[in-house]
């Protein structure tokens, strides 16, 4: 009997050092599509995504670049649900996080796999050519995923308190789990870091090559991102489609061109709530399970953060969640190869 689930994208910052060579590792079968893929890249005088992610090194500066990430976590992420095992699972819902929208666009065949690469390709290198602002994380769990009492309203204050001041500008990017990403300039990112406690040495967390997603510092790259992008490329669809609101995209019932406003729109300008996806997407498609793609393994802890906060299967904390997981895997996440031969 076939296990229901909801599958999950992954956005920036997933593709890393220890992701090279990724797609070659695991999708040698795929050598067609990617093929496809380079060539359009080609034809607009950008690097194959064959040659990046056959590099003999990792390079920062060429690999976490809008233009190159956003297309090379497309690339792996899709093959990777091409991947999962239809025999074992019945795919009834797809989310992402951030730019994963873009991939689960194209998982839920709301996009092709080409059209799905024109939109990634084109918003990474919209927002690599214009760059504007900048983002950083911080936490508001503790070690066992448990939110600590008040510092979620403390980082809304401070965030509204920066806002306010005159040349700064900051906001709530991403709600991430235990986390919040807040995107903002560099003046309203630099007043945040000096002033809010440091944690665990490593928070506030700058993301290099990030601009300020999901803010309304992206108003020229979306305005951009319609001009450019055709509205055809878009159809409803088939799988059940859900966004960076909690909002749900039914096939055969969703209205495409409110779709295409909504990602060429909202979601590149308005916090992106990936907690609410996750939510509704339990309560609301109740999976067996969730299977999160590759590359890399970081959307995991913000899924199972997430699906703690609402409450999902009774489980409660960090231990709870993985005393469930050694019962019964109910999370797999395809970037760890001990769990990707459970999805493939």
Same mark, same amino acid.
């Given at each position: 009997m076939r296990q229901t689930a909801v599958i999950v994208?992954?956005?920036?910052?997933?593709?890393?050092?220890?992701?090279?060579?990724?797609?070659?590792?695991h999708h040698q079968d795929k050598a067609g599509m990617l093929a496809e893929f380079d060539m359009l890249r080609e034809v607009r005088g950008q690097k194959p995504l064959s040659e990046l992610d056959g590099a003999a090194r990792f390079s920062g500066a060429q690999h976490t670049r809008g233009d190159n990430a956003s297309a090379l976590i497309y690339a792996c992420s899709y093959a990777d649900y091409l991947s999962v095992n239809r025999e074992a699972f019945d795919i009834i819902g797809v989310t992402g996080n951030s730019m994963?929208?873009? /991939?689960?666009? %194209?998982?839920?065949?709301?996009v092709g796999s080409?059209?799905?690469?024109?939109?990634?390709? /084109?918003?990474?290198?919209?927002?690599?050519?214009?760059?504007?602002?900048?983002?950083?994380?911080?936490?508001?769990?503790?070690?066992?995923?448990?939110?600590?009492p008040g510092r979620r309203a403390a980082i809304w204050a401070k965030v509204a308190e920066v806002d306010a001041r005159k040349g700064h500008t900051l906001s709530i990017s991403i709600d991430l789990g235990g986390m919040l990403v807040?995107?903002?300039?560099?003046?309203?990112?630099v007043a945040f870091e000096a002033e809010m406690p440091r944690i665990e040495q490593r928070f506030p967390m700058r993301l290099p090559n990030h601009?300020?997603?999901?803010?309304?510092?992206?108003?020229?790259?979306?305005? %951009?991102?319609?001009?450019?992008?055709?509205?055809?490329?878009? /159809?409803?669809p088939e799988t059940t489609l859900i966004d960076g609101r909690g909002c749900i995209w039914r096939p055969g019932a969703s209205d495409v061109d409110a779709l295409y406003d909504y990602t060429?729109?909202?979601?590149?300008?308005?916090?992106?709530?990936?907690?609410?996806?996750?939510?509704?997407?339990a309560r609301e498609l109740m999976p067996d399970v969730f299977i999160v793609l590759g590359p890399g393994t970081t959307l995991?802890? %913000?899924t199972a953060q997430s699906l703690?906060?609402?409450?999902?299967?009774?489980?409660?904390?960090?231990?709870?969640?993985? %005393?469930?997981?050694?019962?019964?895997?109910?999370?797999?996440?395809?970037?760890?190869?001990?769990?990707?031969?459970?999805a493939v």
């Open positions: 994208a992954p956005g920036r910052g997933t593709y890393n050092r220890s992701e090279l060579g990724y797609f070659a590792q994963g929208w873009y /991939t689960a666009l %194209a998982c839920a065949g709301a080409i059209g799905g690469l024109d939109v990634v390709n /084109t918003m990474g290198s919209l927002m690599q050519e214009h760059l504007i602002g900048g983002q950083l994380i911080y936490p508001f769990v503790d070690e066992d995923w448990c939110e600590v807040l995107a903002g300039c560099e003046a309203g990112l601009a300020g997603f999901h803010s309304h510092l992206q108003e020229p790259v979306a305005k %951009a991102g319609r001009a450019q992008l055709a509205r055809e490329w878009f /159809t409803q060429l729109g909202h979601q590149v300008v308005e916090t992106y709530d990936y907690t609410a996806a996750i939510r509704v997407a995991g802890g %913000a703690l906060m609402c409450g999902w299967r009774g489980m409660v904390g960090k231990a709870g969640f993985q %005393a469930a997981q050694a019962d019964s895997p109910r999370l797999i996440s395809m970037g760890r190869e001990d769990q990707r031969s459970m």
